[in-house]
């Protein structure tokens, strides 16, 4: 292989040419961004950066010693690419011709059409995201956040802390249920009324009072009206796919790939926010959109794609974590498939516990909340216990799809 | 120095936190060395007394950051910089920390007394 391209230079594109590198490729590695900005860090952008506590410059991934000897190119999107020739087109004209790709294009933040464009109505994703929104956040303000996943629930956090008046609006019963189940879900809603956010959940917005260009009060469907200085919409996320439409490779929710993130096209993988492997687990193709899956899978699939075979290492759970009004939030699991959580140290209301998720007697997903230590311990063991799936094949095409 | 605890009440495998500024961190492997290093990890806060030791190395609870106990170098990312090495003495049964003089690597944000 004489030249690797790797679309996307956020942390799954940056971890991907690192294990390039590592596993010995010393052809022409170039990395393609879209965003201007060098590899940075984006979980403190809801956090510690938002609530002003650490800077840009602490914010960056890449070192300078990093020894890459790559080409970087930045601030150029991928706008198309052909799988016959093996070329990448850019938002700039030029093309790229490749011997392997490496798709790491990332999630945008959805948006609420209806107020798009609004001058008050953020969305946090990127940098430029989040310094917008860091100017905003002066205290006595009322901010109303849409959706309580990570981005609204961290973000609700620190604007509060900040002094504002915040309000969540969650169309499921918990906040997080998604990622968390109903259960617990529940469980950590405790953490929003303590530190003095006004959660709604089984709340969904009839419409949105604009003003002059920005939203001045948001309706909710029981007829309240909530008064809005600032919008934030956290409504999670859709894979950056649109580019390859068309272009033979196989599209779902992501990018489809086997269990080592090769797509259906010899020499090309996906990693990342993007990327749907194949979950032996859950037997479907599953899109993980976590900071640590894309810190560990980009050497899997690059394993892949520069060696091909078979792939030896397992793919560890899915792991997060997420602090909120001073807790400590970890899982590691899939949430997907149990029939009963167990309290296993703590208690709920102490706001400290750990609680084990069980498929029979399975334990396929553990919780903590502060709880550091025991969540190590469990989090260790189901690694060990994914091991077991090593041994499936990393999955002819296919059969997966 | 700094008093840890009795020997006895840190069994071999185990790891406490001193409430020292900045916090520090005392393991007794499973191999039955004792070591100290600065308690908080240096990419993100985080308390590597909660983390998960294999030999001679600690793998941060947060992000998988991992420190050499021994040397207190990073075996593996994202942390860049190194935490500090303590030398442990076990006085008269009690596990004591003299701390290191050097400067600490805290985490962005992080200052020796907590956060910013």
């Known amino acids: ?401 | 120095m700094h008093e840890a605890c009795p020997l006895s009440q840190l069994a071999p495998g185990d790891a406490i936190r001193l409430d020292t500024s900045p916090p520090i961190a005392v393991f007794h492997t499973e191999e039955g060395e004792l070591f100290a290093i600065d308690d908080t990890c240096t990419h993100q806060d985080a308390s590597l007394a909660d983390g998960w030791v294999e030999g001679c190395e600690v793998e941060c609870p947060l992000h998988a950051s991992k420190f050499n106990l021994r040397t207190g170098g990073v075996d593996a990312p994202p942390a860049k910089l190194p935490v500090r090495v303590h030398e442990v003495i076990v006085q008269d049964g009690t596990i004591m920390v003299r701390e290191s003089e050097e400067e600490p690597n805290l985490p962005p944000g992080v200052k020796v007394d907590g956060y910013v």
């Open chain 1, 1 to 401: 292989m004489q030249t690797l391209v790797v679309i996307g230079a956020s942390l799954s594109g940056l971890s991907a040419a690192r294990a390039a590198r590592a596993q010995g490729f010393a052809g022409r590695l170039v990395i393609v961004g879209a965003e201007l900005h060098p590899p940075y860090d984006r979980p403190p952008l809801s956090k510690d950066f938002l609530a002003g506590r650490i800077s840009e410059a602490d914010l960056a991934l890449s070192e300078v010693d990093d020894d890459l000897a790559a080409e970087w190119l930045l601030g150029v999107k991928a706008v198309r690419l052909d799988t016959e020739s093996m070329t990448v087109a850019l938002s700039d004209g030029r093309s790229l011709a490749a011997d392997g790709v490496v798709l790491a294009t990332g999630a945008s933040a959805r948006v609420l059409p209806e107020v798009d464009g609004c001058s008050n109505v953020f969305t946090l994703r990127t940098l430029d995201d989040a310094r917008a929104l860091r100017g905003q956040l002066q205290p006595g303000r009322k901010m109303v956040v849409v959706g309580a996943g990570f981005i609204g629930a961290e973000t609700a956090s620190t604007a509060r802390a900040a002094g504002l008046d915040v309000t969540v609006i969650e169309r499921s019963a918990a906040p997080l249920s998604g990622a968390l189940g109903a259960e617990m879900g529940a469980a950590v809603a405790g953490l929003h009324a303590a530190g003095g956010v006004d959660m709604l959940c089984g709340t969904s917005i009839k419409s949105f009072r604009i003003l002059g260009g920005s939203v001045s009060h948001v309706v909710l469907d029981d007829g309240r009206e909530l008064p809005a200085d600032i919008v934030l919409v956290g409504v999670g996320g859709q894979p950056n796919t649109d580019w390859l439409l068309g272009s033979g490779i196989q599209l779902g929710n992501g990018v489809l790939c086997d269990a080592a993130g090769r797509t259906n096209i010899p020499s090309i993988v996906a990693v990342g926010d993007c990327a749907a492997w194949w979950n032996h687990r859950l037997q479907a193709h599953h899109r993980v959109e976590h900071w640590t899956g894309a810190l560990e899978r980009p050497a899997l699939a690059v394993a892949a794609l520069l060696q091909g075979g078979t792939v030896p290492r397992a793919v560890h759970p899915p792991y997060f974590w997420s602090d909120q009004y001073g807790s400590r939030i970890q899982f590691a699991g899939h949430v997907h498939g149990h029939d009963r959580v167990q309290v296993e140290h703590g208690c709920l209301e102490d706001q400290s516990f750990l609680a084990v998720y069980y498929a029979g007697d399975e334990p396929v997903a553990v919780l903590g909340v502060n709880q550091v230590r025991q969540f190590t311990r469990w989090r260790k063991f189901l690694n060990r216990e994914a091991e077991r799936y090593a041994d499936a094949p990393a999955g002819a095409f296919a059969a997966a799809s």
